[in-house]
């Protein structure tokens, strides 16, 4: 089995910062790619940030220049550094993992974090 635990959300305000940390542990061979999702009241999930396991980084249009992806990998941990946060980032953020097992490259999700902002 495989935990995917996230951390690091929170209230802040438009033009604040926050960080989140997303931390993989359980039984797997390797971990593939890593990535954040999130999901705003009434929108589908959408992808914001993902991360390969050379070090390959993609992000979505609304986030570039912002949000910074990042990953240590003797952690098996994921951050997401999130700067100048606007309103329209509110939303659950989801950790994305896709490992290796013994069965197969799997995904596996976080529980999710909330993220707001506002004044």
């Known amino acids: 089995q495989v935990q995917v635990v996230e951390s690091g959300g929170g209230l802040v305000q438009p033009g604040g910062s926050l960080t989140l940390s997303c931390a993989a542990s359980?039984?797997?061979?390797?971990?593939?790619?890593m990535g954040w999702y999130r999901q705003a009241p009434g929108k589908q999930r959408e992808l914001v940030a993902a991360?390969?396991?050379?070090?390959?980084?993609n992000y979505a249009d609304s986030v570039k220049d912002r949000f910074t992806i990042s990953r240590d990998y003797a952690k098996n941990t994921v951050y997401l550094q999130m700067n100048s946060l606007k309103p329209e980032d509110t939303a659950v953020y989801y950790c994305?993992?896709?490992?290796?097992?013994?069965?197969?490259?799997?995904?596996?999700w976080g529980q999710g974090t909330q993220v707001t902002v506002s004044s």
């Open positions: 359980g039984s797997f061979f390797s971990i593939n790619a």
């Open positions: 994305n993992c896709n490992v290796r097992t013994g069965a197969g490259r799997m995904n596996y």
């Open positions: 991360i390969s396991s050379g070090g390959s980084t």
